[in-house]
């Protein structure tokens, strides 16, 4: 895998050509770069399609690539360092009345990023790539304020792990975790560290979401499917692209089923209820077929599946009313806190 390739999969950022102003030191100790009188200085014009306005490219009294100044468009200035074989050992680039280094890469002789790094505004460093002995990626995201937000590894046999950390730096909040077969599982944990969630991706998108009790049994689990190809733009669609099929409920034990919800399939994340199923003891359940939460049939079954009585409410009826608690529907799994280049 190429140097550009593994970083736009390792977390969707476009690497940008660049440097810095040569008109100033840098806040990373770096003195401005001054021509010596033996360089060869070259100075092309970029076509109006490229980022880049002008290139000043500088060569030692070898005639050998050393450097290239850079001017962008949208005002930045960058630089690029070159090693004896041509090729870019070192790259930055400064933006508009800003006198820190906003992003600087360095490579090793095949052209690979060694290191990585973006600061913030305010100099603090953003975003810390790294490459480690044994050729996995770090990757470390910081708050202006310095604090830790989150770190991502990135192994060469493709699995990766992210934690995500608390406003304060100091604890895990959440975990991502990528494994060999291209499946994904994430958790959120409280700040007593228990275990709050637990996802699990399946590869065709599909998620099962269980969520857990203080006590840490589990309190009910959701299945949704993903959309492929669906049309955000248009108004018939309110939704991320994944859809809420069932919900279950679990007694204290976290293994007795008490409820089932079924969903219609529709245009949102949440569609209107479909069916509830509820669940005595013995097996036996009840199945009640609802429009807008109201039951319109209620049918009965013994703990062989055996259907037993059925009961049908008519429209002047005053229909039971299936009252649904919110949260059940809720997923914040779903709300990309996954890996935006794993989506």
């Known amino acids: 895998m190429n140097n550009r390739s593994f970083l736009w999969l390792v977390f969707s950022v476009l690497v940008l050509s660049g440097c810095r102003d040569t008109s100033e030191a840098d806040p990373k100790g770096n003195l401005p770069v001054a021509a010596p009188a033996s360089e060869r200085r070259k100075v092309e014009l970029c076509p109006e399609s490229s980022p880049e306005q002008s290139r000043s490219t500088f060569f030692n009294e070898r005639d ?11 005002k930045s200035v960058g630089c690029e360092i070159f090693d004896s074989n041509g090729k ?55 708050w202006d304020t310095g604090l830790l937000s989150t770190e991502l590894l990135v192994r060469t046999d493709g699995t990766a792990e992210r934690l995500s950390y608390s406003d304060d730096g100091k604890r895990i909040d959440g975990r991502t975790v990528v494994l060999a077969n291209g499946e994904i599982d994430s958790w959120y944990y409280a700040e007593d560290g228990r275990t709050v969630s637990h996802s699990h991706w399946q590869k ?15 309190s009910h689990r959701q299945w949704w499917h993903i959309l492929r190809n669906f049309d955000t ?81 008519a429209d002047t009826d005053e229909k039971p009313v299936e009252k649904i608690d919110k949260k059940l529907l809720e997923c914040f799994h779903i709300i990309g806190h996954k890996f935006d280049n794993f989506d």
């Open 64 to 74: 050998e690539l050393v450097r290239a100044e850079i001017e962008y468009r949208d």
């Open 88 to 142: 870019v050992k070192e790259r930055w680039r400064t933006y508009p009345a800003k006198k820190q280094v906003k992003l600087r890469e360095t490579y090793d002789g095949k052209g690979e990023v060694v290191t990585h790094l973006e600061y913030h505004s305010n100099g603090k460093v953003y975003q810390d790539l790294r490459r480690q002995k044994n050729g996995d990626y770090r990757l470390s995201q910081y």
């Open 204 to 218: 065709n998108g599909n998620q099962e979401v269980k969520y857990f009790r203080a006590d840490g049994t589990m």
């Open 233 to 313: 733009a248009a108004d018939v669609r309110e939704h991320r692209g994944w859809v809420l099929d069932k919900v279950e409920e679990y007694g204290s034990n976290g293994k007795t089923l008490f409820r089932r919800i079924i969903l219609s399939d529709g245009p949102s994340d949440v569609n209107p209820l479909k069916e509830v199923q509820v669940y005595n003891a013995d097996g036996s359940y009840s199945a009640r077929h609802l429009t807008d939460n109201k039951v319109d049939r209620e049918d009965s079954y013994g703990a062989e599946g055996t259907l037993l009585t059925s009961k049908v409410y």
